[in-house]
């Protein structure tokens, strides 16, 4: 019985840890989502209770109707998109054959790989700005794409590789047996048991390109191919500070994001592969 | 010239000629199949049309074009354009050389076939080898011409860089030419110019110092709460987990511009929170002392980055066969015991590289960084090098680049970053054990 007890007591303290622990996680959320409906502009005047100022839709209808705001979202979503897609593919793709197939240079290339994604990409970003030009996609959504998807693939490839190590070569060789090809074996073997990763490197190279900035700054000119990172940054500048503004903004982004993250942690933490595994 | 082959291996050295002297040449001649060898000579043709082109290129490429002072800005030589294609070229020609050598490899492993057949294969048999021995090849293409076009001819270029004088203000092009300069741009930062020593040195010292205590709290914050977060007996797990997902939900950019206001110095809702509530007399300079905002970097760095290493460990840790579990149930082994020999090692041992890779990405965490501080607080150095108290060595590439114009240094920077983590990189690569175990 005290030894009962004692495991309550543990699990309390554990509670409370963890209730304290969010709380500190929340505080810069909950406070943005206040700014977000408080009346003002600027982070000094406002009230250092949340929801202290009162409340107002006025930012949000500022953000639709005098700033290009929809335009940025929906170009930050397309080059989001397009990136995870492709990453997807891409990285799987090179993930499976890195795993199950040996050939010339193998080693080194995996190498190679591990060094490359040691640079973050800006560091070439003077000659990517020079093919870009070459190659016409300046100032377009898919030369961004481009870009961040060559930057993915480095990183993910090792990510899946080591993933699609775990599962058995056994499951790939007894479908070859009954006649399955390397592609059919990828698209029903591999891809579903490592689904797990799979969406894992969705949801990363999903949300990057929602944070970067360097790269939309460099390439995008045109008002009407903004991101949401290059418009967000400009409320919150040296010269002008906009906090609310940019707490809607912000706001508008992070809901879906929430939402999709909440939706997806259980594909991701729930078992997987044990199944499909029986030797 | 002979075609018939000896089926004793004695024809090796006839087919490694023939298929050396043309690309293709050993499988059109020797093993009728000429699909393949025709895609191989049409390589090598494409090739030896495009040689004048190339050849200029290169030339290009070594002097970096010729001052014309006298001409339209439009018509003068454009160093960095000619150093470009000059590095894409070398690319080109790279894979045509290893295209050669897989060529005569795959002539040669034919012939070894033929050997033990004794006949040639038919179409249908070469076909749909070829098909099969292909996948690697399709599987991978898009990958490498990605990663060839968009990071290593960039990465390449801007190594080239570092050994020329492309800076501002004198040698920015299409006014003006650069030129190549050897090693004065590391002369100067390694010893030669005392300020950009300095300022080295302080910076390298601290992207450093960061990214091991940025990985470490992360990655331990992470693991913390995935373990504690996995026990089925904690009744609210799953809103502990939505709870703290949130800040890997919220896009960094946002975070850091909210957290950076939210510390500011003067106006900060932290500070005038803790004054009201009367913890502190006067504000404290989170992000305006040296080594305070270097702290609060790290710190702030924790709340956005032990989501990834929980979720990542969270999902690693289902993976474990819960036959494992039970037999160290079965077995009497407590909790603690199940942590250090089942879990922790099997976590470790599938997130090892991602470990690495997470260092590597915290030495090039810029946007923790430049959204944050900014690099600042200015130090005594910034004047000149523009490098502020928490910058990292790639927001002072940042800054080396877009603000100052000076490339050359930057690519200094660059090769420095290469040098510290290349040979830790393959070190820690060299110790896991997929490296050990797995077909390396």
């Known amino acids: ?279 | 010239m002979n075609t018939r082959l000896k089926e004793d291996g004695s024809s090796r050295k006839q087919i490694l000629i023939t298929s050396m002297l043309f690309m293709g040449l050993g499988h059109i001649v020797h093993f009728k199949q000429y699909i393949k060898g025709f895609f191989y000579a049409l390589f090598e043709v494409l090739i030896l049309f495009m040689l004048p082109t190339i050849l200029r290129k290169l030339n290009d490429m070594v002097t970096l074009g010729i001052m014309k002072p006298d001409l339209p800005v439009k018509e003068r030589d454009h160093s960095i354009f000619m150093l470009i294609d000059g590095v894409i070229v070398l690319a080109i020609l790279f894979i045509f050389v290893v295209v050669y050598i897989i060529s005569v490899k795959s002539a040669l492993a034919e012939y070894k076939e033929f050997c033990i057949d004794k006949r040639l294969k038919t179409n249908k048999e070469s076909i749909s080898r070829a098909l099969g021995k292909s996948f690697p090849i399709f599987g991978l293409a898009p990958s490498v011409g990605l990663i060839l076009f968009f990071v290593v001819v960039p990465l390449i270029f801007s190594a080239c860089v570092a050994f020329t004088n492309y800076s501002a203000p004198n040698n920015i092009p299409p006014n003006n030419t650069v030129d190549w300069v050897g090693m004065d741009n590391f002369v100067a930062m390694f010893g030669g110019e005392a300020v950009w020593t300095s300022a080295l040195g302080r910076v390298a010292l601290w992207t450093i110092v960061w990214a091991v205590l940025a990985t470490a709290t992360c990655y331990f914050g992470g693991l913390i709460m995935a373990v504690v977060l996995m026990d089925n007996k904690l009744k609210f797990a799953p809103i502990f987990r939505g709870v703290f997902i949130l800040p890997y939900a919220v896009p960094s950019v946002v975070s850091m511009l909210v957290w950076q206001n939210l510390l500011n110095g003067s106006f900060g809702t932290v500070n005038r929170t803790l004054m009201q509530l009367g913890w502190i007399d006067k504000a404290i300079p989170w992000l305006s002392n040296e080594w305070l905002a270097k702290f609060t970097t790290i710190l702030i760095n924790l709340w956005a980055g032990f989501p990834y290493f929980m979720l990542l460990v969270t999902g690693t840790m289902t993976a474990i066969s819960a036959d494992l579990y039970e037999a160290a149930r079965i077995d009497g082994a407590n909790k603690f015991q199940v942590f250090k020999k089942i879990t922790l090692p099997m976590v470790l041992y599938q997130t090892m590289p991602l470990i690495i890779m997470s260092f590597t990405h915290n030495i090039n965490n810029f946007g923790a960084i430049f959204f944050l501080t900014g690099g600042n607080p200015v130090v005594s150095d910034s004047t000149i090098t523009s490098a502020g108290g928490t910058d990292i060595l790639v927001t002072w590439i940042y800054k080396l680049t877009v603000n100052l114009m000076k490339y050359s240094y930057a690519s200094v920077l660059a090769i420095m970053i290469f040098i510290i983590l290349a040979p830790f990189a393959i070190f820690q690569f060299r110790r896991t054990k997929s490296y050990k175990e797995g077909e390396f």
């Open chain 1, 1 to 279: 019985m005290g030894n009962k007890v004692i495991k309550r007591i543990n699990l309390t303290i554990v509670l409370v840890i963890l209730t304290i622990f969010s709380l500190g996680v929340l505080y810069p959320l909950v406070y943005v989502v206040s700014a977000a409906f408080s009346p003002g502009n600027s982070i000094a005047s406002l009230s250092i209770i949340p929801f202290g100022d009162g409340f107002t839709l006025e930012h949000f209808t500022h953000l639709f109707n005098n700033t290009n705001y929809l335009i940025w979202f929906k170009n930050t979503l397309i080059i989001a998109l397009w990136t995870s897609i492709l990453t997807i593919i891409v990285a799987s793709l090179g993930a499976y054959v890195f795993s199950r197939f040996s050939f010339t240079m193998k080693k080194s290339m995996m190498l190679l790989m591990l060094i490359l994604q040691i640079f973050p990409s800006f560091v070439g970003m003077v000659a990517i700005y020079v093919i870009l030009l070459r190659i016409k996609g300046l100032d377009t959504l898919w030369g961004l794409v481009l870009v961040y998807l060559a930057g993915n693939i480095p990183y993910n490839t090792w990510m899946v590789k080591s993933y699609v190590d775990t599962i058995p070569k056994s499951l790939d060789e007894s479908a070859r047996i009954d006649g399955a090809n390397h592609l059919h074996i990828f698209r029903k073997i591999i891809m579903p048991i490592a689904r797990p990763i799979i969406v894992f490197l969705g949801i990363t190279s999903f949300t990057a390109p929602w944070m970067d900035y360097i790269f939309p700054k460099m390439i995008l000119r045109s008002a009407d191919k903004q991101t949401l990172a290059l418009g967000l940054f400009s409320f919150v500048t040296d010269k002008k500070n906009e906090f609310t503004v940019f707490a809607a903004g912000a706001l508008l982004v992070a809901i879906p994001f929430i939402i999709f993250f909440i939706i997806t942690q259980k594909t991701m933490v729930t078992s997987f592969g044990n199944a499909a595994v029986k030797e």
